[in-house]
């Protein structure tokens, strides 16, 4: 039997191979599972002053290599040089972050029923077991294994195939800073995700929401904590008194910035009162952002990141046509023909329970509706199975107060693009979006450790 090879390139220069590596095969993984628990024994007593200096040293490690991580961000997963240099930035502030949490109290003192000392504690599980996407190939590893690796865990990552290069750099990265076998990668799909699943004493998962469903009940099934990033179909309410021009390029980023290829990209606009000139500006706005070169500082719009993805945006642009939408903007590939490159597309005239506005299109595709009204909106944001993030634009602050109590995501962005996340704060959403605890700040460092009660009572003497 031959020998798997994964391969991840270049998606503007498809014939450029950025990295290739063997499948790790299910024995693999429990060796390095069996490696990183003896690395994790000796990393959670080595106390919270290493493991934060440990942590500081990595940040540095990779300040040092700001330049280098930039550009290969750029050429593996095709992100815009721009977006790749905050990426880098916001990574380096992770686990700058989480070295100062690891000194953060870890537990309560209470008064105990009778003499003696009552307290909590927060221990580690042990192996963490990470599976991430290949669209923020450095900071969603890293807002899952910092957090880990500050209580005490080990971590082992698979990462996406598509970004093998930046996790096997990151790898490097770390390996200066950490004990051995603490932190590995093992580069593989399917089978050697499964086998994770089998090893890891607490899982996380970034992905699909078919995916991370079939994650979250195999972790159940041995009860081992998990929690699972799915997908969304993120709605952007435009109220009657936003302001057009400044909302309708705002938006326009949000949906087409990184080719749409973020699960909190602005998927749908949900417009009250007439639709017309908002929709107007908003093609406008978007019909600036032609696709280009994702080296160049000046671009926010790359490729996508393979040709199967490109094509089902042009599939459902197809699809929209074919049922009665508008294509308003968009759907077509333009030169340079090399690449996975595709004009945003804007759509209006579908009805809100169309399959293409409640089904995620991960590229840039956006759906515009008309609502007579805020409540009509709220509903048919509300309506569809995802919920992860909302934003609403307009100056009333009664308006602005009464969708912010009716919404159904995790996360609300008031006048602010549903892309982009403060990193120190809980990020997760709501129904399908989402499973389990809450991702980054302290909420991730609940998640990769338990809590213990520890009741003292005083000797007999």
């Not at 972790?219 to 990033?229: D, I, L």
């Not at 390029?249 to 990184?258: H, K």
Request: overall charge negative.
């Amino acid at each position: 039997m031959s020998e798997q090879r994964l391969v991840s390139r270049s998606p503007q220069q498809p014939a450029d191979v950025v990295a290739e590596a063997a499948t790790t095969t299910p024995a693999e993984v429990q060796a390095a599972a069996t490696r990183a628990r003896t690395a994790q024994a000796e990393w959670a007593v080595a106390g919270a002053a290493g493991r934060s200096a440990a942590l500081r040293i990595a940040g540095d490690g990779l300040v040092a290599h700001a330049a280098q991580l930039e550009d290969l961000i750029v050429r593996e997963v095709g992100k815009p040089r721009l977006e790749a240099r905050g990426e880098v930035a916001r990574s380096v502030a992770i686990l700058h972050y989480y070295a100062q949490q690891t000194l953060d109290p870890v537990g309560d003192a209470y008064p105990p029923s009778g003499r003696g000392l009552l307290y909590t504690e927060r221990r580690p599980h042990g192996v963490a077991g990470l599976i991430t996407p290949w669209n923020f190939p450095l900071a969603i590893p890293l807002w899952k294994a910092a957090p880990a690796l500050a209580v005490g865990n080990a971590v082992l990552l698979k990462p996406s195939t598509q970004a093998l290069a930046c996790a096997r750099f990151l790898e490097q990265i770390l390996a200066d800073a950490l004990p051995e076998n603490l932190f590995r990668i093992l580069p593989g799909e399917a089978e050697t995700a499964r086998a994770l699943l089998d090893a890891a004493d607490v899982v996380s998962f970034t992905g699909s929401s078919g995916v991370g469903r079939s994650v979250a009940v195999a972790a159940a099934g041995r009860g081992v904590p998990v929690q699972a990033e799915m997908g969304g179909q993120n709605a952007a309410i435009v109220l009657p008194d936003a302001h057009v021009e400044q909302t309708a390029a705002m938006l326009a980023g949000a949906a087409m910035g990184f080719a749409g290829q973020k699960c909190t990209a602005t998927r749908r606009v949900l417009v009250v009162g007439d639709a017309g000139s908002f929709t107007d500006a908003l093609v406008t706005a978007v019909q600036k952002l032609a696709p280009a070169d994702p080296s160049e500082t000046g671009t926010s719009v790359g490729p996508l990141i393979t040709e199967a993805a490109r094509d089902a945006v042009v599939s459902a642009t197809q699809e929209a046509r074919r049922t009665g939408g508008r294509v308003l903007a968009g759907g077509t590939v333009p030169p340079p023909a090399d690449g996975w490159f595709l004009a945003p597309t804007v759509v209006d005239g579908l009805a809100p329970e169309h399959r293409l506005a409640c089904e995620e299109t991960f590229g840039p595709f956006v759906t515009v509706f008309a609502a007579a009204s805020l409540d009509e909106a709220v509903r048919i944001c509300n309506e569809v199975r995802y919920g992860l993030v909302t934003s609403i634009h307009g100056d009333d602050l009664g308006t602005v107060l009464k969708a912010v109590s009716t919404l159904d995501t995790g996360l609300i962005k008031v006048n602010a693009p549903t892309t982009g996340v403060d990193f120190y704060v809980p990020f997760g959403g709501e129904k399908a979006s989402s499973h389990g605890p809450r991702e980054q700040g302290k909420a991730g460092m609940a998640f990769y450790s338990s809590i213990r009660t520890i009741t003292i009572a005083p000797g007999a003497g």
